[in-house]
């Protein structure tokens, strides 16, 4: 694919929020350096890990002097704070994501930019996602193409790790917000603030990442995050001038909090099974 470059700089920054994942951090970042599309930088930051993260990554950095850069927080201050020091110091055109834990095509940066660079009125693009755990790779997640703004109210209408967003549109709404309100929400607080700023979007229907979704992730969703759920649902109420009315949409996901986990699980398996 050509490169398209505005200057000398790398034509895509991928930022990376790493944390506790000195176990996975090598296969996520090889799916970076082996794309069709070499262009880039890889900035990490990592946030305060407990466990051997930061040494593999700077040893990933030795080995890759001229594509890796790694920055570090003393103590855990939380993704959006990580993706935003990240965002300080990239150059890029581009924004990619992409988290620790996770994996992707070869082709994910070729087939994303080839969507931005053609079609001028998307400032960001994501993809769908297959999920996997141990045993290997148990469902699919999609989103709309062309999300509508009442999609907002059901969820985020983008998945985050996979998406690809243009810098100046990124940093036009100064980056992820990182009031305690939008924790583990930060994405889609972000997606609220593009479209409110007159950005627009587009999902590619092609599974181009691999997201862990096991165990571990479910016992994260706590009922605090479920709160923050809701603070985003409100405020995309507020921001994209969506009828009052549609505030009800803020129960769903304190209804869904209140779910036992073995329920949940049953329910999130059954959703996005292959």
């Known amino acids: ?19 506790n994942c000195e176990t ?6 090889n799916c970076i350096l082996n794309q069709t599309v070499n262009d880039f930088e890889i900035i990490m930051c990592d946030d305060g890990s407990k466990d051997g993260t930061y040494a593999k990554a ?3 950095a030795e080995k890759n002097p001229m594509k890796i850069h790694v920055i570090r927080n003393d103590t855990n201050r939380g993704l959006a704070n990580a993706l ?4 300080e110091v990239s150059r890029g055109t581009y924004i990619a994501r992409m988290d620790g834990d996770d994996l992707c095509s070869h082709e994910r940066f070729e087939k994303e930019l080839r969507i931005l660079t053609e079609n001028p009125e998307f400032s960001i693009v994501s993809s769908d996602m297959l999920q996997f755990d141990e045993k290997g ?4 997640a999609s989103r709309p193409t062309m999300p509508k703004l009442i999609d907002f ?11 690809m967003m243009k810098a100046k549109a990124l940093k036009k709404v100064n980056g992820y917000s990182e009031d305690e309100r939008v924790l583990r929400v930060e994405d889609y607080h972000l997606w609220v603030k593009m479209y409110a700023a007159g950005f627009k979007g587009i999902n590619i229907k092609d599974p181009l990442y691999q997201m862990r979704d096991d165990r571990s992730a479910f016992y994260r969703r706590k009922f605090k995050y479920r709160m923050n759920e809701a603070y985003v649902i409100v405020e995309a109420v507020k921001k994209l001038h969506l009828p009052i009315i549609y505030l009800i949409f803020a129960l769903r996901p304190l209804i869904l909090g209140t ?3 073995p329920i949940y699980a049953m329910l ?4 996005h099974k292959k």
């Open 137 to 140: 790779i148990w469902g699919r």
């Open 268 to 271: 999130h398996r059954w959703k």
């Open 153 to 163: 109210l059901y969820e985020t209408p983008f998945f985050h790790a996979p998406s």
């Open 24 to 29: 996975t951090l090598t296969d996520a970042v």
């Open 1 to 19: 694919m050509q490169k398209i470059k505005e200057d000398d700089n790398p034509l895509i920054s991928v930022i990376m929020g790493i944390y």
């Open 84 to 87: 935003n020091k990240c965002l």
């Open 58 to 60: 700077c040893e990933l």
């Open 259 to 261: 779910i036992p986990y």
